[in-house]
């Protein structure tokens, strides 16, 4: 089975700055796609960045970008000029390529506080 | 509609009532999923519907747990006879599709029932 490793529960970063949340995954696939979802207190989840693991290139997305290495199993999220509205929770999530819809597996989550 | 609803948002129910969670999807969607969120956990899967069928409900902790979605639009999740271990927040996601292979269908997330029991 699937599993999404993200061994920062709680992260830090002063307003303006830049943060990197870790995440590690283990899968016997070779096509799948990785996000990054934020979950602020209202609990609605909101999709921040997606990748395909068959784009060698790393996605984009404004202030957000990620660090996809395939062969380490690892998937980065950089949030740069960090700002008070990303205090949130961030999960990683895999998803396997199949003919259909299948399920996203979460991550534990990493609590991300921003400092004014 | 705009997007994903779901009724109640906050619901206490006392050790052993049955309760019934709603899911509104976005209109059109084919595929609808619940996941189950403990607090301090990520999501994880319960069941999965393609229009009215079910077809995967791999994640269902117990026989307690059932859901249905007669008319390929709206869900229910039902929790009969309600444990502790039961609270949680229980979220619901609708997608497009599925179409085409390998096609990134993505998953929109309603706003969650935060159920406790007590």
């Known amino acids: 089975a699937q599993t999404v490793t993200q061994s920062q529960p709680e992260m830090s970063v002063q307003e303006a700055e830049t943060v990197t949340l870790s995440c590690t995954y283990d899968t016997s696939e070779s096509d799948y796609y990785l996000f990054w979802y934020k979950q602020p207190p209202s609990r609605q989840m909101i999709l921040v960045i997606r990748q395909e693991a068959y784009k060698q290139q790393n996605a984009t997305e404004n202030r957000f970008s990620v660090n996809f290495q395939k062969a380490a199993k690892s998937f980065s999220l950089k949030i740069s000029d960090s700002q008070l509205g990303d205090a949130a929770m961030y999960f990683c999530a895999y998803r396997a390529q199949f003919s259909g819809n299948t399920p996203l597996v979460f991550g534990k989550g990493t609590r991300l506080s921003v400092i004014a | 509609g705009a997007g994903v609803s779901q009724s109640p948002r906050y619901k206490v129910a006392k050790r052993g009532q049955d309760v019934a969670l709603r899911c509104d999807p976005i209109s059109g969607h084919v595929s609808l999923f619940w996941y189950q969120q403990a607090l301090g956990q990520g999501p994880e899967f319960l069941t999965y519907?393609?229009?009215?069928?079910?077809?995967?409900k791999s994640g269902l902790p117990s026989d307690r747990f059932f859901a249905e979605r007669p008319e390929g639009s709206v869900s229910t999740l039902k929790i009969q006879r309600t444990q502790q271990e039961d609270s949680a927040v229980y979220l619901c996601?609708?997608?497009?599709?599925?179409?085409?292979?390998?096609?990134?269908?993505?998953?929109?997330f309603g706003p969650g029932t935060r159920l406790t029991v007590t």
């Open positions: 519907f393609q229009n009215e069928a079910q077809l995967d």
């Open positions: 996601a609708s997608s497009t599709g599925p179409r085409a292979w390998g096609k990134m269908y993505e998953q929109y």
